[in-house]
C-alpha cells in the first residue's frame, strides 16, 4: 500500500512513523481496544503524480511480503456497539534472497531460535542462544591497526596510557549498547534507518563516508595479513605475495557461513581463541611488572607526558572507536529470533546483548592489554642504536632494519614480530605473526560483512558477496599492492597512521546518527534514550569527534607541505559543514525546537500517535 505524507526535505528531520517502522515494542498484553490480528496486505500505491510531489507528499511504499495494514477499522461487537480497533504490526526485514541463489545468501539468511522460558531470572541456556554477534563485533577491537597502535603506546608510553585503553573500551561498550538496541527494537540496522530518516543527497554522502571507513579499514587487515606472512615464510614471501594471498583466502572463509550461522560464529570464536594464546604467550614471556600494569591502567595521569605520548593517546581512541562497527553490531543482532511486539522479549534480548558485549570486550581488551604490557615491559624508553646493538647478527635478514641512532625505538607491527625474535627467540616472532595473520583474517570478514549490510540499508541494493568482496578488496588492494611492490615495509606499515586518520574523521558519521535514532521516541518507543543518555551522549560524541579532529589536525600539520594544506583546508570546510548538518538532524530530532527555524512541516506527530488520537475522538 501507499501512504502519502506531507513533508519537505527542507523542513528537517522526519519522525520515524508506522510505514517505516511498524509500532514497534508492545506490551506483553497490549491495550484490549487493539487486536493483533493482521488484516491481508493491499496492492502497492502508484507512483507519486507530479501534483502530489509538487506539494510535498512522500508516498512510503513498502514491497508486498512487508506490507501489513495498520488501519482503523469499526468492529461490531456482541452487544451491537461499535467500536474502532487498530491493527499493530511489526515490520518484517527485507525479503530474503531466493533461496535457489546460493551466492546470495547472508549472515543474516538464519535465525537461532531462544529458548521458551517465560521466567525472568537470568539464564545461561539464553545467553548462550544470544551470544555470537558481540564476539563478531569485538573483532573491529583486535584488527591489526589496533595491535600496531597497542604496541606503539607501550613502546612510546610505557604503562601510562592503559587507562586512556580503558577508558576508550568502556565507551566502545556503550556505543555498541546503543547499536544493538537499535537493532532489536526496530528489527532494522542502522543504514536502514538512516535510509529512511535522512533526505537522499545526506544520505549518499553518509553511505560514501561510511564506505571510505570500510576501504581504510579493510587495508590495514590486508598489510596485517601480508606481514603476518612474510613473518611466517622468514622473509620468502614478498610482501606484494602476501598482499595477493589475502585476496584468495578471503574469498574462502566468506563461504563459510554456508555451514550454518553458529558454525561461522564458533569459526571467529575460535580466531579469537588464536589471538588470546598466541599474545597471552608473548605476555607470559615478558613477564610485565603488575604492579606497574596496575597504575597505570587504574590511574588516570600521565606523568613526564609530551607531545608524542598525547599524540598516542588520541591514536588510542581512534584505533578502538571504529565507525563501521556501530553499523555491523545493529545487524548482528537481527540474527537471534526475536518477537518485537512482545516489549517484554524485547527488553530480555536488550539484556542478554548487553551481557555478551561485555564479555567479548572485556576479551579483545585482555588482548589488547597483552600487547601494551610486553612492549611497555621491553621496549620502554629504548633507543634504535640499543635495540641495532642488540638486534645484530641475530635477526637474519632483518639485521639492517633499525638505523643507528639515538631515537626513541619506533616501532610497527612489522618491526615488533622481528625485535620479539630478537629478545625472545624465535618462536616468539613465529607466534606473533601468528597472532597477527588470526586478526587479518577475522577482521577481513567482519570489514566484509559490515560493507554488505551498509551497502544493502543505504542504497537499499542488494549484491552477491562475490560482488561485494571483488569491489572492495579491489579498492583496498590496488594501492596497497602498489606500494608493496615498490617501496619497502616501511612505507607499507607507515599507511596505517594515514588509515588511522581517515577512520578517525568517519567517526561523525556513525556516532551522531546511532545517538540521533536510538533518542527518537518515534523510532525507540519506550525504549528511547532518557535524558541522562542523552546528555552523556551527546557529552561522549561531541569529545571523541573533538579528539579526533585534534588527531587529524595533527596528522596534516605533520606533512609540511603548502598544497596539502590548501587541500585539506578545502576538505575540512565541507567536512565541518556536513557534520554539523548531522548535528544539527540530531539536536532537532531530539526537541531542541528553535534550530528549526520555525519550520516544522518535517516534525508531525508520529503515525502511531496520531491514530490513537483519532481514536480517541471517536470514543
Known sequence: MALWLKHSEEAGPRPMNNEDLGSGPMSSEGPKSMRT????????????????????????????DQEKKELTEPHLESDGTSNIHLRYSTITPPASPDPTEEHSQTYLDEKIPIPDDSSTRFSFRKLWAFTGPGFLMSIAYLDPGNI?????????????????????????????????????????????????????????????????????????????????????????????????ITIVDTFVFLFLDKYGLRKLEAFFGFLITVMAVTFGYEYVTVHPDQGQLLKGMFVPFCAGCGTRQLEQAVGIVGAVIMPHNIYLHSALVKSREVNRANKNEVKEA?????????????????????????????????????????????SGPYSNLFPLNNRTFDVNIYKGGVVLGCYFGAAALYIWAIGILAAGQSSTMTGTYSGQFVMEGFLNLKWSRFARVLFTRSIAITPTLL???????????????????????????????????????????????????????????FIICAINMYFVIVYVSSLGHVALYLVAAFVSVAY???????????????????????????????MELSLLSDVDNHM
Open 483 to 541: 606500494v608493496a611492490l615498490f617501496q619497502d615495509v616501511e612505507h607499507l606499515t607507515g599507511m596505517n597512521d594515514f588509515l588511522n586518520v581517515l577512520q578517525s574523521m568517519q567517526l561523525p558519521f556513525a556516532l551522531i546518527p546511532i545517538l540521533t535514532f536510538t533518542s527518537m521516541g518515534s523510532v525507540m518507543h519506550d525504549f528511547a534514550n532518557g535524558l541522562v543518555w542523552k546528555i552523556a551522549g551527546g557529552i561522549t560524541v
Open 148 to 244: 600496531e597502535s597497542d604496541l606503539q603506546s607501550g613502546a612510546v608510553a610505557g604503562f601510562k596510557l592503559l587507562w586512556i585503553l580503558l577508558t576508550a573500551t568502556i565507551i566502545g561498550l556503550l556505543l555498541q549498547r546503543l547499536a544493538a538496541r537499535l537493532g532489536v527494537v526496530t528489527g532494522m540496522h542502522l543504514a536502514e534507518v538512516c535510509h529512511r530518516q535522512y533526505p537522499k543527497f545526506p544520505r549518499i554522502v553518509l553511505w560514501l563516508m561510511i564506505e571510505l571507513a570500510i576501504i581504510g579499514s579493510d587495508m590495514q587487515e590486508v598489510i596485517g595479513s601480508a606481514i603476518a606472512i612474510n613473518l611466517l615464510s622468514v622473509g620468502r614471501i614478498p610482501l606484494w605475495g602476501g598482499v595477493l
Open 350 to 394: 536488550n539484556r542478554y546483548f548487553f551481557i555478551e558485549a561485555c564479555m567479548a570486550l572485556f576479551v579483545s581488551f585482555l588482548i589488547n592489554v597483552f600487547v601494551v604490557s610486553v612492549f611497555a615491559q621491553a621496549f620502554y624508553d629504548k633507543t634504535n642504536a640499543q635495540v641495532h646493538n642488540d638486534c645484530f647478527n641475530q
Open 37 to 64: 490480528e493482521e488484516a491481508e496486505p493491499e496492492p502497492m500505491g502508484n507512483v507519486a503524480s507530479a501534483e502530489n510531489s509538487e506539494w510535498g507528499l512522500v508516498p512510503i511504499n513498502m514491497a508486498p
Open 576 to 606: 565541518l559543514s556536513f557534520v554539523a548538518y548531522l548535528a544539527w538532524y540530531c539536536a532537532v530530532s531530539l526537541g531542541v525546537s528553535f534550530l528549526n527555524c520555525g519550520r516544522t512541516a518535517g516534525f508531525r506527530t508520529p
